[in-house]
């Protein structure tokens, strides 16, 4: 049957096809929308470029050919189809006059892509011919069987098409469909093809969905520089060579994001490096340097690939005594300086190396003129201190990117950009492996770069004193001058140039502060235990006094009486009722205001941004926690002191047999350990 008139969605059979259709909606948006021709087309060719962002059994695909056929001139699509299936596929026995079949009366400009698909598992891969009709907008997968070289022939069991289709009677209305082609024959294998429901309900949602947004990333295509087919099955070996580090993992943090994040890290360097050869002519594997290793498992791993090279941070962690000897880890503070040039190594690494990431292409630049740099971007630093946003089009992340592209061109690098495969917000990685002068050239391009350091560290000191009140947003490439700082005061200018000129010789900058080997803890534990007192009293009774409507407590063996469990407010308006040195001294705490109340989960929810009166009347009813909520500790039982007994005008709505909490100073029993 046809879709019902008014409906946003409809299932239509018929004789040979399978079809689906979804309403295409029309987002309002400021500036003209997009006509949905061009956002169908961006959609499709997302799903024909990267099908692992909509099917997470893929690892991606390989785009082998793409031809244009122009119909328009000599009026016969299907002989010019045929020319080129006979370029692309030279193997192909039979089906070109099937495939004329599906073309439609009417044709004036195709396009015809050949890509292979990659599965994650150990599944082989699947050549497809993607056929796309500008003029009926139509988008037909179709699947090749055998070697498109020798013999090969058009599968029909997993052809399907995405078609865009305006609604006549209604020209505000566009239409998005999936057909199958042969719907009975359909062959799901689970991984390059699933179930046909999941063509109808979860790719054609995502297809109507990217369509409606029409949006171009700012950033690279993810392993936009290597073979994603090597990239997936190093990957694969190098998970199962580490995957026991996981369950030995002595460090705080999450072990399943660090290892597995560095080994997709290290697989990218290894196939990355192993390109570099093949291109290069080289028989030795390539040296390295990790600047700031961390826990030092990349350089473990990279070592143990046969990479000869070692890490260096400011800080000891357990783990590294677990590697061997062979594995070269240093503990030592990293200055910018003459001191750190490594002019013995191939590459330099700046793996999440935080302060010491815009100076990765300098050290690497100035170490030698073969050496190339590997820099991961995590946290926003300039040459001296935090980095300051002058790209107010764009967000932090894609401007601080673009100052780090910025610092590799000065040197002298061709900075080239791609996204990883890992498990983490921050994913775009920066490679300078060619320079851009000759090595003649080296004396001029190292004073660029010590010009450069100068007015970058000028004008952090500026917007730091406030010698200026804003920093003009106008991004230069090499910045030669000092349009970014240009209300500076000369006086500040000459007094940083004198000292600059002083150190030149040993320190490149003065006043950079290297990470202090001890660190501190910042997440509100160690703020005095009268100032978080005062904070979660004078919040609570805040809470308090917004609702007044009492909670009749269901449970008679508890509190039998009316509890207040208050009202709720914005984070905002929370840290409205402190006073500026509490807010101040907050501020200096990773997490702030927000943290200090996440910490006492016995009295607080924080959730979406609201803070409210833990209910504790509801921990029996409710047993799944709403996201953003933080589960109570374990080994708390009787431990501390029940908050709510002390301190809320009503006592505590459990009794003191069901409440974790001591109800007064003879129920506390000592802290057992947690279990790990």
Known sequence: GGRARGSARSVRMAAMAMERELLLPLLPTPAAPSPPPAGFWAAVAVWTARPQVANRRLSGCRLQAEREVDCSACGSAAAELREVLAELLPGLEAGAEALELLLPPRVERLKVVLRTVIPKAGAATCTEMVLQDFLNNTATFIPIDGQIAESCTFKKNNMYRLKLRHDKEDESSWFISISILYPEEWDADGILYPKTAWLTDVLLTKIVKWSAENKKSSFKSTLSLIPVEKYSQYYRNLKAKYKEIVKIWPEVTNPEKFVYEDVAIATYLLILWEEERAEKGLTDKQSFIDLGCGNGLLVHILTNEGHPGRGIDVRKRKIWDMYGPQTRLEECAITPSDDFLFPEVDWIIGNHSDELTPWIPIVAARSSYSCRYFVLPCCFYDFYGKYCRREPKNTQYRAYLNFITEVGSVCGFKVEEDCLRIPS?????????????????????????????????????????????????????????????????????????????SLASSKWLAGFQPREKIQKVRNCAALPRDFTDDVVLQVAKELLKISQESFKNSNDEDNAGNWNKGGSLPLKNVADLLDSSALQRLKNECGGLKTLLRNNCQVFEVARGQVQIRDWTKEQQARKQSPGTRKMPLNTSKSRLCWFFLNHPDGCPRNAEKCPFAHGTEELRPRTAALK
């Open 425 to 501: 917000t921050k994913r775009v990685c920066l490679i300078g492996n060619q320079r851009t002068y000759p090595l003649s050239s080296e004396e001029r391009l190292d004073e660029e770069r010590t010009q450069y350091i100068r007015e970058r560290y000028s004008c952090t000191l500026g917007t730091e004193n406030k010698h200026f009140s804003e920093v003009i947003a106008s991004p230069s490439l090499f910045a030669p001058d000092m349009k970014h700082c240009s209300n500076a005061s000369d006086s500040m200018v000459q007094d940083t140039s004198a000292e600059m000129n």
